[in-house]
């Protein structure tokens, strides 16, 4: 291949890219964008007006963009470059033809260079320390050896410095670190040019899939001159072998990247002239074999004006050609179109030579004369770093088609976002649990090491598709089930039966127990039991068994469940037309209540209260012509004043039922009264459930902050000026305890309360949670709720709350083999001791995560156990308990660790930690803590598993790749950063959701699904490809779905054809689109039909039905909009992606060195 073939040439820098108009900075002149906030820093890409900076903040480092801990290390001997699995292409190197700086020269003090880090402009309230950064000069003569000079630097957002001091490709101080410093000006570099990378033929599949650099990297001390990729470089084993690459995809993925030969730093002699122009060696060595090396002619840039370019993929680079080089070249991927990485360290499209531009200085005139123009800095290509997109799209291809079969211990499932058949085959399905790790660690020397929080998040009633068997209900009779004497396990698949099947060894304390005689069976000659398939106790992952009176309180056998509706009649609940339409909507939901599989009916009774200041309980006893009301005035004392006639069947006292709510309306229709209580409503729930002996679900609707003299008075605590102090936890806690302790009483009695709340203001859900919370409840939030728009939105919620399978009087206990135990455990539960979660009642939709740790070693032969046993009160008031088995492979190797991992359920549990830390910690030191456990994770990885290269690479585990992304959409969540526009209580009740989300809700939630409706296909089954969250995605001629789980946008471009907008909303122009839609009006043609299909499917998939938000372009309504664009930076000071990402690395590099 010629060297100076022509390569792809992209946009010369100083213009705007397509595709990324309106990145909240100023646009590209560095015009401001309407309604964005002025920066102080410059342009993304343009040049820098007049080019003074205001001086950095202390502590400020303009490389990074980020805060740094002290002044930036100073790092020898290493290029940066950001790597495998990781990052591609910047914006192609500048066109200009001005002459390359004078070497050892320096900017003059105003001029900024730019580093290898993102953009410097997040700046979020940083701690001071004094030192400038300083970066070395860009271009010198190569002398092997020869110390480059840096050039100081003083200011805040770096441009485009010169061109890298030594062509020792900037070795020594790739970091961007200060090694001395000079004054000489010095012009900025001109563009470079590098011929295209090598094509070399493909690897076998063999190479390490976690995108770690698998190569020694050349620095330029080391041995013989460079001059061949694979020299003396043995591919070094990969660690992981036999796994198929599946980092960042190839060529097909991810436009050129191209991986480096040490997935880092190449040394000098590494990339061909853009022109031709020879130099010397740069160090003297013996020629591989295979190869001659001519001289002086191995053709080098001598002006190589930036540090090699990083890999994504974990393969060598794919070399360019060396004159002189003969003999095959050495196996490594694909060739890519290959990345030059820039000053800033980052990457763009190698160029093919430039025109009127010899790369190699010899003779370039006027060299040294006065700078020229300087190119405007540039950002990493967000292309170019991983993709939740493209990692949630290969995992679909690769793991969608074929059913996950159960049977191998260890196995890590496919992602929540693919839709896969489960076969269980002795383990739980992935619906019922899932774990951070499938290999965890052997001792807890190693976990602590890696820092991997070894957790599980398990679902024990979760829905599952109609293609996959529920669990089977197992009766051993008075009996009950067999469990081990010693641990109290219950008999599962990974009990050893022994001595001809009389006994069996328990797999989690080894306690031999005696096989109960009427449970004997014979072994077959493996020593399984010969009814084992008949059993679904030994041969199935999840299975119930009916519990016997032993498993009951008081020793007796539970009634029916009740369900008690409880109307807040105040002012505002009335006049909104509330009321009337929970009445309206209870006449025909009550035919909906929970039963069992073939029950005709349910065996659910049901009660009714309304209240304000007071208490009214009805008697709705069927043998009444009308409804009887009893009024509680004495609050403080509550009571309830009926027992017989308040709890009824719905079918005997259907027409009693259907009076009451007929006249419940007209009977407050003229109330005057505004104030409520609340904690007594509870308490009148509860002493109701406790008198009838039985457990049972509270509805209760609620609209303002509970005033009236009454226990559990509150008042309005709400102080937006708290918001960033050391006060701020007390804004997530209960003003009174209590709520504590009625939740406790609560519980005691299976009383769960699920809250409906339709505030006008400040209700302090943080207060009223506590007893939803603790009890297992739910709650649901409808701020300025309006009949019109919300009413859709609630009678959904509330046809759903009351329709789904629940459990009662729940409580839930996990078991683990010797080695480890559950320590912590996150969700919506009480505790009263150290080991059991109990729940007044437990949904479908419900999860408890749980955190184990080492209490001993584990052996990698016997791998780990859990158990988890529910026991709870089924709906027909059956006591029953679920049991869910799950078995974990156990490793030596950190390697196994990291390759077995799953980051989407490490991300469910790191936001539930993070969120309950902010009830303990200023908000700060819990976003703190999270930077630093995940810098932790990576960094572990990269010191032990990545093979050696730089330190100026980052390096990422194939499985934990999206580990940055998912994280800093975590940091950047209401509850942890919120932006003025958001409530007290809505981060409150954001952060009593997610506690108790699953992994899909969870990854929805913190990355949102964005997909473009004009593309979708209307003649198919299927969604449109979903895109990137970030602003430069979105075309201003289409339209634009987003959903998070709790509301779906409607985005559209301010130029989409006339002809969809009619199609869609009906009207002729964009003008004529009403922001107030709450759903699409129903049209006859295809594009409407194919939308609101699409809609109705995600309402489906998620557990609350989300409210639908139609965005104008350019309408105020956007600001809320482009908060879900969580790869942008965000209005609360939120960081971008790749502006994370370059923070993750700068804090990885500190832990290693």
Same mark, same amino acid.
């Given at each position: 291949?010629?060297?100076?073939?022509?390569?792809?040439?992209?946009?010369?820098?100083?213009?705007?890219?397509?595709?990324?108009?309106?990145?909240?900075?100023?646009?590209?002149?560095?015009?401001?964008?309407?309604?964005?906030?002025?920066?102080?820093?410059?342009?993304?890409?343009?040049?820098?007006?007049?080019?003074?900076?205001?001086?950095?903040?202390?502590?400020?480092?303009?490389?990074?963009?980020?805060?740094?801990?002290?002044?930036?290390?100073?790092?020898?001997?290493?290029?940066?470059?950001?790597?495998?699995?990781?990052?591609?292409?910047?914006?192609?190197?500048?066109?200009?033809?001005?002459?390359?700086?004078?070497?050892?020269?320096?900017?003059?003090?105003?001029?900024?260079?730019?580093?290898?880090?993102?953009?410097?402009?997040?700046? @979020?309230?940083?701690?001071?320390?004094?030192?400038?950064?300083?970066?070395?000069?860009?271009?010198?003569?190569?002398?092997?050896?020869?110390?480059?000079?840096?050039?100081?630097?003083?200011?805040?957002?770096?441009?485009?410095?010169?061109?890298?001091?030594?062509?020792?490709?900037?070795?020594?101080?790739?970091?961007?670190?200060?090694?001395?410093?000079?004054?000489?000006?010095?012009?900025?570099?001109?563009?470079?040019?590098?011929?295209?990378?090598?094509?070399?033929?493909?690897?076998?599949?063999?190479?390490?899939?976690?995108?770690?650099?698998?190569?020694?990297?050349?620095?330029?001390?080391?041995?013989?001159?460079?001059?061949?990729?694979?020299?003396?470089?043995?591919?070094?084993?990969?660690?992981?072998?036999?796994?198929?690459?599946?980092?960042?995809?190839?060529?097909?993925?991810?436009?050129?990247?191209?991986?480096?030969?040490?997935?880092?730093? #190449?040394?000098?002699?590494?990339?061909?002239?853009?022109?031709?122009?020879?130099?010397?060696?740069?160090?003297?060595?013996?020629?591989?074999?295979?190869?001659?090396?001519?001289?002086?002619?191995?053709?080098?840039?001598?002006?190589?004006?930036?540090?090699?370019?990083?890999?994504?993929?974990?393969?060598?680079?794919?070399?360019?050609?060396?004159?002189?080089?003969?003999?095959?070249?050495?196996?490594?991927?694909?060739?890519?179109?290959?990345?030059?990485?820039?000053?800033?360290?980052?990457?763009?499209?190698?160029?093919?030579?430039?025109?009127?531009?010899?790369?190699?200085?010899?003779?370039?005139?006027?060299?040294?004369?006065?700078?020229?123009?300087?190119?405007?800095?540039?950002?990493?290509?967000?292309?170019?770093?991983?993709?939740?997109?493209?990692?949630?799209?290969?995992?679909?291809?690769?793991?969608?088609?074929?059913?996950?079969?159960?049977?191998?211990?260890?196995?890590?499932?496919?992602?929540?976002?693919?839709?896969?058949?489960?076969?269980?085959?002795?383990?739980?399905?992935?619906?019922?649990?899932?774990?951070?790790?499938?290999?965890?660690?052997?001792?807890?020397?190693?976990?602590?090491?890696?820092?991997?929080?070894?957790?599980?998040?398990?679902?024990?009633?979760?829905?599952?598709?109609?293609?996959?068997?529920?669990?089977?209900?197992?009766?051993?009779?008075?009996?009950?089930?067999?469990? $081990?004497?010693?641990?109290?396990?219950?008999?599962?698949?990974?009990?050893?039966?022994?001595?001809?099947?009389?006994?069996?060894?328990?797999?989690?304390?080894?306690?031999?127990?005696?096989?109960?005689?009427?449970?004997?069976?014979?072994?077959?000659?493996?020593?399984?039991?010969?009814?084992?398939?008949?059993?679904?106790?030994?041969?199935?992952?999840?299975?119930?068994?009916?519990?016997?009176?032993?498993?009951?309180?008081?020793?007796?056998?539970?009634?029916?469940?009740?369900?008690?509706?409880? #109307?807040?009649?105040?002012?505002?609940?009335?006049?909104?037309?509330?009321?009337?339409?929970?009445?309206?909507?209870?006449?025909?939901?009550?035919?909906?209540?929970?039963?069992?599989?073939?029950?005709?009916?349910?065996?659910?009774?049901?009660?009714?209260?309304?209240?304000?200041?007071?208490?009214?309980?009805?008697?709705?006893?069927?043998?009444?012509?009308?409804?009887?009301?009893?009024?509680?005035?004495?609050?403080?004392?509550?009571?309830?004043?009926?027992?017989?006639?308040?709890?009824?069947?719905?079918?005997?006292?259907?027409?009693?039922?259907?009076?009451? +709510?007929?006249?419940?309306?007209?009977?407050?229709?003229?109330?005057?009264?505004?104030?409520?209580?609340?904690?007594?409503?509870?308490?009148?729930?509860?002493?109701?459930?406790?008198?009838?002996?039985?457990?049972?679900?509270?509805?209760?609707?609620?609209?303002?902050?509970?005033?009236?003299?009454?226990?559990?008075?509150?008042?309005?605590?709400?102080?937006?000026?708290?918001?960033?102090?050391?006060?701020?936890?007390?804004?997530?806690?209960?003003?009174?305890?209590?709520?504590?302790?009625?939740?406790?009483?609560?519980?005691?009695?299976?009383?769960?309360?699920?809250?409906?709340?339709?505030?006008?203001?400040?209700?302090?859900?943080?207060?009223?949670?506590?007893?939803?919370?603790?009890?297992?409840?739910?709650?649901?939030?409808?701020?300025?709720?309006?009949?019109?728009?919300?009413?859709?939105?609630?009678?959904?919620?509330?046809?759903?709350?009351?329709?789904?399978?629940?459990?009662?009087?729940?409580?839930?206990?996990?078991?683990?083999?010797?080695?480890?135990?559950?320590?912590?455990?996150?969700?919506?539960?009480?505790?009263?001791?150290?080991?059991?979660?109990?729940?007044?009642?437990?949904?479908? @939709?419900?999860?408890?995560?749980?955190?184990?740790?080492?209490?001993?070693?584990?052996?990698?032969?016997?791998?780990?156990?859990?158990?988890?046993?529910?026991?709870?009160?089924?709906?027909?008031?059956?006591?029953?308990?679920?049991?869910?088995?799950?078995?974990?492979? $156990?490793?030596?190797?950190?390697?196994?660790?990291?390759?077995?991992?799953?980051?989407?359920? +490490?991300?469910?549990?790191?936001?539930?930690?993070?969120?309950?830390?902010?009830?303990?910690?200023?908000?700060?030191?819990?976003?703190?803590?999270?930077?630093?456990?995940?810098?932790?994770?990576?960094?572990?990885?990269?010191?032990?598993?990545?093979?050696?290269?730089?330190?100026?690479?980052?390096?990422?585990?194939?499985?934990?790749?999206?580990?940055?992304?998912?994280?800093?959409?975590?940091?950047?969540?209401?509850?942890?950063?919120?932006?003025?526009?958001?409530?007290?209580?809505?981060?409150?009740?954001?952060?009593?959701?997610?506690?108790?989300?699953?992994?899909?809700?969870? @990854?929805?939630?913190?990355?949102?699904?964005?997909?473009?409706?004009?593309?979708?296909?209307?003649?198919?089954?299927?969604?449109?490809?979903?895109?990137?969250?970030?602003?430069?995605?979105?075309?201003?001629?289409?339209?634009?779905?987003?959903?998070?789980?709790?509301?779906?946008?409607?985005?559209?471009?301010?130029?989409?054809?006339?002809?969809?907008?009619?199609?869609?909303?009906?009207?002729?122009?964009?003008?004529?689109?009403?922001?107030?839609?709450?759903?699409?009006?129903?049209?006859?043609?295809?594009?409407?039909?194919?939308?609101?299909?699409?809609?109705?499917?995600?309402?489906?998939?998620?557990?609350?039905?989300?409210? +639908?938000?139609?965005?104008?372009?350019?309408?105020?309504?956007?600001?809320?909009?482009?908060?879900?664009?969580?790869?942008?930076?965000?209005?609360?000071?939120?960081?971008?992606?790749?502006?994370?990402?370059?923070?993750?690395?700068?804090?990885?590099?500190?832990?290693?060195?």
């Amino acid at each position: 291949m010629s060297v100076n073939q022509q390569a792809h040439t992209g946009p010369p820098y100083g213009q705007p890219q397509p595709g990324y108009q309106g990145y909240q900075q100023p646009a590209y002149g560095g015009q401001p964008l309407p309604g964005v906030p002025q920066s102080q820093y410059g342009a993304y890409n343009g040049p820098m007006p007049g080019y003074q900076q205001p001086v950095p903040p202390q502590g400020y480092f303009p490389s990074l963009g980020f805060p740094s801990k002290g002044s930036p290390v100073s790092l020898n001997s290493d290029t940066s470059s950001l790597a495998p699995n990781f990052i591609g292409s910047l914006r192609a190197p500048p066109t200009s033809g001005a002459p390359p700086p004078a070497s050892g020269a320096s900017l003059p003090s105003g001029h900024l260079t730019y580093s290898q880090f993102g953009h410097g402009d997040v700046q @979020n309230g940083i701690p001071a320390s004094a030192a400038p950064m300083q970066r070395p000069p860009a271009s010198q003569p190569f002398l092997p050896g020869s110390a480059p000079t840096p050039v100081s630097q003083t200011s805040t957002f770096q441009q485009y410095g010169p061109t890298p001091a030594s062509v020792q490709q900037l070795s020594n101080h790739m970091a961007g670190m200060t090694i001395g410093s000079t004054t000489a000006p010095a012009p900025p570099p001109a563009g470079l040019g590098y011929g295209p990378p090598t094509s070399v033929p493909p690897v076998s599949g063999s190479f390490s899939a976690t995108g770690s650099g698998l190569y020694t990297p050349y620095t330029a001390s080391q041995g013989p001159s460079p001059t061949s990729v694979s020299q003396g470089l043995p591919l070094a084993q990969p660690p992981f072998p036999g796994q198929p690459v599946s980092t960042q995809r190839l060529p097909t993925q991810v436009p050129g990247f191209a991986p480096s030969p040490s997935s880092t730093g #190449i040394g000098p002699s590494s990339y061909p002239p853009s022109t031709g122009a020879s130099r010397p060696p740069t160090m003297p060595g013996p020629p591989l074999p295979g190869q001659t090396v001519a001289g002086p002619s191995m053709s080098q840039p001598n002006h190589v004006s930036s540090p090699p370019p990083p890999s994504t993929m974990s393969g060598p680079h794919p070399g360019p050609p060396m004159s002189g080089l003969h003999g095959p070249p050495p196996p490594t991927h694909p060739p890519q179109p290959g990345y030059q990485m820039q000053q800033n360290g980052s990457f763009g499209q190698v160029r093919g030579p430039q025109p009127n531009y010899g790369g190699a200085y010899p003779g370039t005139p006027n060299y040294g004369s006065q700078p020229g123009p300087p190119p405007p800095p540039k950002r990493l290509d967000p292309d170019s770093i991983p993709s939740p997109i493209q990692v949630i799209e290969d995992d679909r291809s690769n793991r969608g088609s074929e059913p996950f079969v159960t049977g191998v211990r260890g196995q890590v499932p496919p992602l929540v976002t693919t839709n896969f058949l489960v076969k269980d085959q002795g383990n739980a399905s992935p619906r019922y649990i899932r774990c951070t790790s499938y290999n965890i660690p052997c001792t807890s020397d190693m976990a602590k090491q890696s820092q991997v929080p070894l957790a599980a998040v398990i679902k024990p009633l979760a829905t599952l598709p109609l293609e996959e068997t529920l669990p089977y209900l197992v009766d051993h009779g008075e009996s009950g089930p067999v469990r $081990c004497n010693r641990c109290k396990a219950y008999m599962c698949p990974f009990m050893q039966f022994i001595e001809g099947g009389r006994r069996f060894q328990c797999c989690f304390c080894s306690c031999v127990t005696e096989v109960p005689p009427h449970y004997f069976q014979h072994l077959d000659h493996t020593g399984k039991r010969v009814d084992f398939y008949d059993r679904p106790e030994l041969s199935l992952g999840s299975y119930e068994f009916l519990a016997t009176v032993d498993y009951c309180k008081n020793n007796k056998f539970p009634s029916p469940p009740a369900f008690i509706f409880m #109307i807040d009649v105040s002012y505002n609940a009335v006049k909104s037309g509330l009321v009337r339409l929970i009445c309206e909507e209870l006449k025909s939901l009550l035919d909906y209540l929970p039963r069992e599989g073939n029950m005709k009916e349910s065996a659910i009774r049901v009660g009714f209260v309304t209240y304000n200041k007071v208490l009214h309980f009805y008697n709705v006893k069927s043998s009444l012509a009308q409804p009887q009301m009893m009024v509680v005035s004495d609050v403080a004392d509550m009571f309830v004043p009926l027992l017989d006639g308040f709890l009824v069947n719905v079918n005997e006292s259907r027409t009693v039922i259907v009076s009451l +709510l007929d006249q419940i309306p007209e009977m407050f229709a003229d109330t005057r009264e505004t104030e409520t209580v609340f904690a007594p409503v509870i308490q009148a729930g509860l002493e109701a459930l406790k008198a009838a002996e039985c457990a049972g679900k509270l509805f209760i609707f609620h609209t303002s902050l509970p005033i009236a003299e009454a226990p559990g008075k509150l008042k309005n605590r709400d102080d937006k000026k708290l918001i960033n102090t050391d006060k701020e936890k007390t804004l997530f806690q209960p003003q009174t305890s209590f709520y504590n302790n009625l939740a406790k009483d609560c519980v005691a009695q299976g009383c769960c309360v699920d809250l409906f709340l339709f505030p006008n203001q400040y209700l302090d859900v943080a207060t009223l949670g506590v007893v939803t919370y603790q009890t297992g409840g739910s709650i649901y939030k409808y701020a300025y709720f309006q009949l019109e728009t919300d009413q859709d939105r609630f009678l959904n919620d509330l046809r759903r709350d009351v329709q789904k399978e629940v459990g009662f009087d729940a409580v839930m206990r996990v078991r683990t083999s010797t080695g480890i135990r559950a320590t912590d455990f996150f969700g919506a539960f009480y505790m009263s001791n150290t080991t059991d979660v109990e729940m007044a009642g437990l949904d479908c @939709n419900k999860t408890i995560t749980v955190e184990f740790k080492h209490d001993d070693k584990l052996s990698e032969d016997s791998g780990a156990l859990l158990q988890c046993a529910l026991l709870y009160t089924s709906c027909a008031g059956q006591r029953r308990l679920r049991i869910h088995n799950l078995s974990l492979n $156990c490793c030596t190797q950190l390697a196994d660790l990291y390759r077995n991992c799953e980051t989407d359920t +490490l991300i469910n549990y790191l936001a539930k930690y993070a969120y309950r830390g902010v009830l303990s910690s200023p908000v700060k030191t819990v976003r703190d803590a999270l930077i630093n456990q995940c810098a932790q994770i990576l960094a572990c990885y990269r010191k032990n598993c990545a093979s050696p290269s730089s330190a100026g690479q980052l390096i990422l585990p194939e499985c934990m790749k999206l580990l940055p992304v998912y994280l800093n959409c975590v940091l950047k969540s209401d509850v942890l950063q919120p932006g003025p526009e958001v409530t007290t209580d809505d981060r409150a009740y954001i952060r009593q959701l997610v506690t108790s989300m699953d992994v899909a809700e969870t @990854n929805v939630f913190f990355y949102p699904r964005l997909l473009p409706l004009t593309k979708a296909d209307v003649d198919s089954d299927s969604l449109p490809a979903a895109i990137r969250n970030s602003e430069e995605r979105l075309s201003k001629g289409d339209i634009y779905l987003l959903e998070n789980g709790l509301n779906i946008f409607v985005w559209v471009g301010v130029n989409v054809q006339q002809g969809l907008i009619q199609n869609l909303f009906g009207v002729s122009s964009f003008s004529q689109i009403s922001n107030a839609l709450s759903t699409l009006p129903v049209l006859e043609n295809p594009f409407s039909k194919k939308v609101r299909s699409i809609v109705d499917m995600l309402q489906v998939q998620r557990s609350r039905y989300m409210k +639908l938000i139609i965005v104008k372009q350019e309408d105020k309504l956007e600001m809320l909009f482009k908060h879900f664009l969580v790869e942008d930076k965000s209005l609360s000071g939120g960081a971008s992606y790749v502006d994370f990402l370059c923070h993750m690395h700068k804090e990885i590099r500190q832990l290693l060195s």
